[in-house]
Nanobody, 122 residues
Framework: QVQLVESGGGLVHAGGSLTLSCVAS????????VGWFRQAPGKEREFVAR????????IYADSVKGRFTISRNNAKNTVYLQMISLKPEDTAVYYC???????????????WGQGTQVTVSS
């Protein structure tokens, strides 16, 4: 099992930026990928981005391409989500999650953090 702790959320004006962090501990090397997801009130949890621990390969949801960047620091067991040009529709609780599978589906991720709130005001 992998333990994940997110931080870095907050309130920002539209057009602003935030960087989220996800620190992993436990059986880190049992997972190959770390993903970021988000869930807005009344909506389903949706995929945002994913990175491979070893090779660093990344994929993004179309809605965040060009604005969000996922990266990792293996020495610190930390994955980051840099977000720029934020929009009110980016408002959500952001979660990081770990998996061994190449999937964008939340159901494919067994390990989750507690989430961090991101609020973008217009």
């Amino acid at each position: 099992q992998v333990q994940l702790v997110e931080s870095g959320g907050g309130l920002v004006h539209a057009g602003g930026s935030l960087t989220l962090s996800c620190v992993a501990s436990g059986r880190i090397f049992s997972s190959n990928y770390v993903g970021w997801f988000r869930q807005a009130p009344g909506k389903e949890r949706e995929f945002v981005a994913r990175i491979e621990w070893s090779g660093g390969g990344t994929i993004y949801a179309d809605s965040v391409k060009g604005r969000f960047t996922i990266s990792r620091n293996n020495a610190k067991n930390t994955v980051y989500l840099q977000m720029i040009s934020l929009k009110p529709e980016d408002t959500a609780v952001y979660y990081c999650a770990a998996t061994t599978w190449t999937t964008r589906s939340p159901s494919g991720y067994p390990d989750w953090g507690q989430g961090t709130q991101v609020t973008v005001s217009s």
